[in-house]
């Protein structure tokens, strides 16, 4: 059971701690004193905020401390102009050039995707970042054979029926409109290797993990990826989630052998980065499919 304390002499008794639990176990009685519902203890989850309201530092919770789980925040400034002119200015990066994206920078993005919010903490996404450049380049081969031989099954009339009860119903008919058309098309380029548009010679990539047999954090990874991606445009890198990636990666043991994938992980994401070796001159509009207001 989770053990939470209030220091009696610095608390104000401003109730705030309360007021942000996400479950509501902290109450103030009529007297105006602090107490923790019983039956709600077990249901604190260490997401720290209470712990991060407080202006006085006055209340603890099991295995959180100030001095390593929190940090001061910066100034509460607007931002909403450079905000917006991060997301205008962002865009796809499928081009590299040849400047190689050092481990200070990897880390900065590493940091800003443990600051995304998960579903219910501790964070539990894993990550696995790829600096080494030649790596990338000597799964390719491996990625192609894969995907060879999925679109010869896609169209052979008794695989297809065990494909599409794999991946569902949804997934498949993506794959039908749209990767398989365009692997197609491509395959015999990334064969004879004029052309790589699964890996986009990128000089490095970050594949984001979760436990097999643990949660459903497929939602915390796909919001983190996104955090990932706008810090990688703040620090002037080009990025993109390659959705061709890691299906391959998940699936073929050469693969995740090589990228050090545990039996225990799975690959549910995967971005590509690198500095872009061509500048956007143009931001391009696009609209939302539906908005309804209430």
């Known amino acids: ?98 400047k190689k994206v050092t481990k200070e920078v990897l880390e900065k993005i590493v940091k800003a995707i443990s600051l995304a919010p998960p579903g219910f903490p501790p964070i539990k996404t894993q990550l696995i970042v790829v600096q080494d450049q030649h790596l990338i380049k000597d799964a390719l081969p491996l990625m192609i054979e894969l995907y060879d031989f999925l679109v010869k099954a896609v169209n052979h009339p008794i695989k297809k029926i065990f494909i599409k009860k794999e991946v569902g119903k949804k997934r498949f008919a993506t794959m039908q409109q749209h990767l398989i058309p365009l692997l197609e098309k491509r395959l015999p380029s990334l064969k004879d290797g004029s052309e790589d548009t699964i890996t986009r010679n990128a000089p490095a990539m970050i594949l984001f993990l979760a436990d097999r047999n643990g949660e459903d954090i497929q939602e915390d990874i796909h919001i983190a990826a996104s955090f990932g991606l706008l810090a990688a445009h703040a620090l002037g890198l080009g990025s993109s989630i390659m959705d061709i990636i890691h299906p391959a990666i998940e699936k073929k043991k050469e693969l995740r052998k090589m990228f050090h994938v545990s039996d225990d992980q799975e690959v549910v994401a995967s971005m590509i980065l690198g500095y872009p070796k061509y500048k956007y001159q143009k931001g391009i509009k696009r609209e939302i499919k539906n908005v309804k207001w209430l």
Do not use: H
């Open 1 to 98: 059971m989770n053990q939470l304390m209030i220091n009696e002499s610095s608390c104000k008794r401003c109730m705030l701690c309360g007021e942000v639990c996400p479950n509501k176990i902290i109450r103030k009685n009529a007297d105006k004193e602090m107490y923790f519902l019983q039956e709600r203890l077990s249901l604190c989850f260490k997401c720290g905020q209470c712990m991060a309201v407080c202006s006085t530092e006055s209340i603890t919770v099991e295995s959180l401390s100030y001095e390593k789980d929190f940090f001061d925040l910066p100034a509460q400034e607007s931002c909403e102009e450079e905000f917006f002119n991060l997301l205008y200015s962002r865009r796809a990066i499928r081009n590299f050039s040849d």
